[in-house]
């Protein structure tokens, strides 16, 4: 083992949390901790934003005990942000780092997070900088390339199959037409992994809808009505964000916006000049009840249904403590132990995958890959695994089960008046 330079360290959190992130800080942080090399383990407080205010805590001087609580607690322990750094950023970091004889940057997130290392790590190279920047996956959306699956989507897809298996007997108890809005910007993973809570014949959700495919409210109210009047019910998960055939979000389109006028991004993301995006030029869709609503209120106003109601299960499915994933939580801990194994290889800067094995029973392993391979752009849900637009093929219940674990028995009265 070739070792670390000698010098210190900048860990941070960016993006939305999940259940599992702190796993992969703490799995780097005691890793780190082996190398005598290694002086300082800063954390950045709120990611590149702490780094740029020289805000930082000593993570080495953190006992173990406490480590191992903060890597069972959900949410970002350091506190994230959601920032893509210009070049006057970078090298104003630069001088910060300089300041604290930092060699090392490790930046555990999502796509937009390896973005942001992978300008860190160009900009260094461009001013020649010695600074090596390296990125620890993590997203519920399940959407980095490269990766069969990221940490944090377990636990997340396990929050998932929990409360529609709970809303399924709900909706059989007291039939109408329910509809649950799942996070997933342009990856369907998480809308999926609903499949999951179906148990017994005819349970939800009924119908699922994910990004992937274009969505047509006519076509929805259609395929609402005939589950409607063939069961009594319809239980129906939907992406937030589904689009129109033109890339428009629903959500945008129908309801905060009625005239859109068109933007495209640079990976060609359709986008909207009077809505909220953030540094990276993501739109926000989380954080509220409108598409639900719109939904539920079309359905009411063109099938005239009389029970029919919404939920969006919005943020409440990042950091749920009750619905941690066994698996997850152990592979989260293993990317952040990896990365800093890589890094004392001797890698010039990277990110950790983590590749499933083709094997009867499930295993893992993991491979480093530069932060090109999995900066910015999205990983989709393969079309293999949709039907129709309006469903998910039971073949994916073998990719996703084995991150979710076992749920909970369900029994029910077989009986048709129920």
């Known amino acids: 083992m070739a070792g670390l330079e000698k010098g210190n360290v ?21 890793q780190l901790k082996k190398y005598p090399e290694i002086g300082k383990i800063l954390g950045a ?3 590149v934003k702490g780094i740029l205010e020289d805000n930082f805590i000593d993570l080495k001087e953190l006992d173990d005990e406490l480590l191992e609580k903060i890597a069972k607690t959900p949410s970002s322990a350091l506190g994230s942000v959601r920032m893509k750094p210009k070049k006057d950023d970078v090298i104003k970091m630069f001088e910060i780092m300089k300041k604290n004889d930092v060699k090392y940057f490790f930046y ?32 519920i959306d399940n959407d980095l390339l490269i990766n069969d699956h990221t940490p944090g989507f377990g636990s997340a897809a396990k929050f998932i199959t929990h409360a529609f298996a709970g809303d399924n007997l709900d909706n059989r108890s007291l039939p109408g037409i329910k509809v649950n809005i799942i996070m997933g910007r342009h990856a369907g993973f998480l809308t999926a992994s609903s499949i999951m809570a179906r148990k017994h014949e005819n349970d939800g959700p009924h119908l699922i809808y994910v990004p992937e495919v274009p969505f047509s409210v006519e076509k929805f109210v259609k395929d609402v009505k005939e ?8 239980v129906i998960a939907v992406a937030e964000g589904v689009s129109d055939k033109d890339g428009f979000p629903v959500l945008q389109k129908e309801i905060l916006i009625p005239s859109p006028v068109k933007v495209i991004d640079e990976d060609g993301t359709p986008l909207m000049k009077s809505h909220e995006v953030d540094s990276h030029g993501n739109v926000q869709l989380s954080g509220s009840g409108a598409l639900g609503d719109y939904l539920a209120g079309v359905i009411k106003e063109q099938l005239g249904a009389k029970r029919v109601r919404a939920d969006t299960l919005g943020y409440l499915q990042r950091s749920f403590l009750g619905c941690v994933s066994e698996v997850d939580s152990r592979e989260a801990r293993l990317v952040g132990e990896k990365i800093v194994e890589y890094a004392a290889d001797g890698k010039e800067g990277g990110s950790v995958a983590i590749i499933r094995k083709d094997s009867p029973e499930y295993e893992i392993d993991t491979i480093f890959t530069p932060l090109s391979t999995v900066a910015k752009h999205t990983k989709h849900l393969d079309s293999k695994y949709i039907l129709d637009g309006k469903d998910i093929d039971p073949s994916f219940i073998d990719y996703v089960k084995p991150l979710i674990g076992d749920i909970p028995e369900i029994g029910i009265i077989e009986d048709s008046r129920i």
């Open 10 to 30: 900048v860990i941070g959190q960016s993006g939305g949390p999940t259940c599992v992130i702190n796993q992969s800080l703490v799995g780097a942080v005691k």
């Open 45 to 47: 407080i709120h990611g």
């Open 227 to 234: 589950v409607y009047d063939r069961l009594g019910r319809c």
């Open 108 to 139: 555990i997130g999502g796509n937009d997070t390896a973005e942001t290392a992978h300008i860190v790590n160009e900009i260094s190279n461009e001013v020649n900088y010695p600074l090596k920047a390296f990125h620890i996956p993590k997203t």
